[in-house]
């Protein structure tokens, strides 16, 4: 494992820190590196994690990029690091999917509620903390 992946905060990177896309690597978990597939996954949105904590509000766990395969389609949730780009997750944030109902509709089968624009000061909480990040808004 490399220095950078471990200030990271992540096991097994798998998107690029500043246009935050990825390639379709992993079969079964995280890290196997398994997949025939091997082709890009474009970041469709952000959501939370869920939480195993019952009483856990449904926007308590922490930021998830959300990728689909250019390739399958196959929808995965990736974890954020602590070296990724805001300003790309940000535009995560502010980003739509009116325009694909193909991809909406995989969403809310999967259980995917993406975050919006609405909840852009949650996204920028969770980044930068309670403080305003140099440069501000």
């Known amino acids: 494992m490399g220095f950078v992946a471990e200030l990271a905060g992540v096991q097994n990177r798998n998107h690029c820190p500043y246009c935050l896309w990825s390639r379709h690597l992993d079969w079964r978990s995280a890290g196997d590196r398994l997949s025939n597939c091997r082709a890009g996954m474009r970041p469709v949105g952000l959501t939370t994690k869920r939480s195993r904590n019952k009483y856990a509000r449904e926007r308590d766990g922490e930021l998830m990029l959300v990728h689909c395969c250019t ?34 509709t995989a969403m809310a089968a999967a259980g995917i509620a993406l975050l919006n624009a609405q909840d852009r000061a949650l996204v920028r909480r969770r980044l930068f903390g309670a403080g305003e990040p140099l440069g501000g808004d």
């Open 71 to 104: 390739g399958c389609g196959e929808l995965v949730l990736n974890r954020i690091a602590a070296d990724d780009w805001p300003e790309p997750i940000l535009g995560l944030c502010e980003q739509g999917i009116d325009d694909n109902a193909a991809l909406a």
